[in-house]
C-alpha cells in the first residue's frame, strides 16, 4: 500500500463527506467516509499506521463537524486499532473477512461515540439518529470495501495505469 495514495483517499473521503454529499442528500445522517477511509488503511498496513490515519481522519471530520473536538479522534483510531488487529487472527485474515471488519469499524463507532455522548452529556447526536444504521452504516461499508480495492497493491507485472 502507498501511502500518497493513502493521502489521497483520505483528501479524497474528506471532500465527498464536507462537499459533495451535503449537496446531493441533503443535511442529515451521512456515512462516514473517512471512518471507511481510515479502516481500509488499517486493514492493509496493519495495527501502526492504523492508530495514526485513524487519529487524522478523526481530528480532520472533529475540525470540520461542528460538534466536540476530540470524539471523533478518540474513536477512529480506537476502533480501526482493532480492526486491524482482529485482522491478524483467523478466520478474519482473508479477503471474506474484510467486509465483516469495515462493519465492525462502523458500528463500533457509532457505538463509542454513542457512549461518549452521554458521558458528555449531548442529548442527540447526528450521526446516531436511526438512520445511521439503515442507511449510513451500509454506505460506509460499500465505499470502505471500494477503498480497500483503491489502496490494495498490485501484484508484480502488473502495469501501471
Not at 493513502?6 to 473517512?34: E, K
Not at 460499500?142 to 489502496?151: E, N, P, T, W
Amino acid at each position: 500500500m502507498s501511502y500518497a495514495r493513502a493521502a489521497l483517499a483520505v483528501l479524497a473521503a474528506f471532500l465527498l463527506q464536507t462537499a459533495v454529499w451535503p449537496l446531493t442528500v441533503g443535511d442529515g445522517v451521512a456515512p462516514d467516509f473517512l471512518l471507511a477511509t481510515a479502516a481500509a488503511v488499517a486493514l492493509l498496513a496493519g495495527t501502526g499506521p492504523a492508530i495514526g490515519f485513524g487519529l487524522v481522519t478523526g481530528l480532520l471530520q472533529d475540525s470540520f463537524s461542528g460538534g466536540l473536538l476530540g470524539m471523533n479522534g478518540f474513536s477512529k483510531p480506537l476502533v480501526v486499532f482493532l480492526a486491524a488487529r482482529a485482522r491478524e487472527h483467523p478466520p478474519l485474515d482473508t479477503r471474506a473477512g474484510v467486509p465483516l471488519l469495515v462493519l465492525f469499524a462502523a458500528a463500533a463507532d457509532l457505538a463509542i461515540l454513542w457512549a461518549l455522548g452521554e458521558v458528555a452529556g449531548f442529548t442527540t447526536i447526528p450521526a446516531l439518529e436511526l438512520g445511521a444504521a439503515g442507511f449510513g452504516i451500509p454506505v460506509t461499508v460499500i465505499y470502505g470495501l471500494l477503498a480497500v480495492r483503491f489502496l490494495r497493491p498490485r501484484p508484480a507485472g502488473y502495469p501501471a495505469p
